[in-house]
């Protein structure tokens, strides 16, 4: 089980709005900054997010994200089929030492 | 441009100890605010971190895993290791290696499968 819970799937057509949730706790999203990854079928991870709403140079601005006390949420606009990846939330947990957390991940089918 | 590569065995048998190494080119790991670590993923399955290292040796561990890893850093050849003991079939895994700056990994590599059987 995963510290930051994702649902395990979700999907779209092109052209269309899609939200992924995260949910945590005070110790990690509600305490710390959330970070979104795009794992794209056999590639590693690529930092989509980070410190919640902030994009990497070269992330499109379809790509958005947003945080409210211990939940958080990835947000894709106009859905394009190469957006069809794997997705997952992660931010520090300050509980014992600190550590990372990550969640399961959401499987993005682009019907 | 930053770049990571993992490198080690790609079978280990169980109760041995998992060894992988990272090296860190197009930049200088002992660059200060960043961290380098490991996360592992078994096939089909999420991301786990493991841990990381500061250039100083200071580190950080999954609280699961603590008691079987260690990561170590070398500057002088701009590389980091991780080292996991006791392994099973539920290590098998691709582990990445990644820089961190706080809690962002900006940076991984292409990652390395490394199998646990006899």
């Known amino acids: ?111 | 441009q930053l770049q990571l590569q993992e490198s080690g065995p790609g079978l280990v048998k169980p109760s041995e100890t998992l060894s992988l190494t990272c090296t860190v080119s197009g930049g200088s790991i002992s660059s200060s605010s960043y961290y380098w670590g490991w996360i592992r993923q078994p096939p089909g399955k999420g991301l786990e971190w493991i841990g990381s290292i500061y250039y100083s040796g200071s580190t950080y561990y999954n609280p699961s895993l603590k008691s079987r890893v260690t990561i170590s850093v070398d500057t002088s050849k701009n590389q980091f290791s991780l080292k996991l003991s006791s392994v099973t079939a539920a290590d098998t895994a691709v582990y990445y290696c990644a820089r961190r700056h706080r809690s962002v990994m900006g940076y991984w590599g292409q990652g390395t499968l490394v199998t646990v059987s006899s």
């Open chain 1, 1 to 111: 089980q995963s510290v930051l819970t994702q649902p395990p799937s979700a999907s779209g057509t092109p052209g269309q709005r899609v939200t992924i949730s995260c949910s945590g706790s005070s110790s990690n999203i509600g305490s710390n900054t959330v970070n979104w990854y795009q794992q794209l079928p056999g590639t590693a991870p690529k930092l989509l997010i980070y410190s919640n709403n902030q994009r990497p140079s070269g992330v499109p601005d379809r790509f958005s994200g947003s945080k409210s006390g211990t939940s958080a949420s990835l947000a894709i606009s106009g859905l394009q089929s190469e957006d069809e990846a794997d997705y997952y939330c992660a931010a520090w947990d300050d509980s014992l030492n600190g550590y990372a957390v990550f969640g399961g991940g959401t499987q993005l089918t682009v019907l």
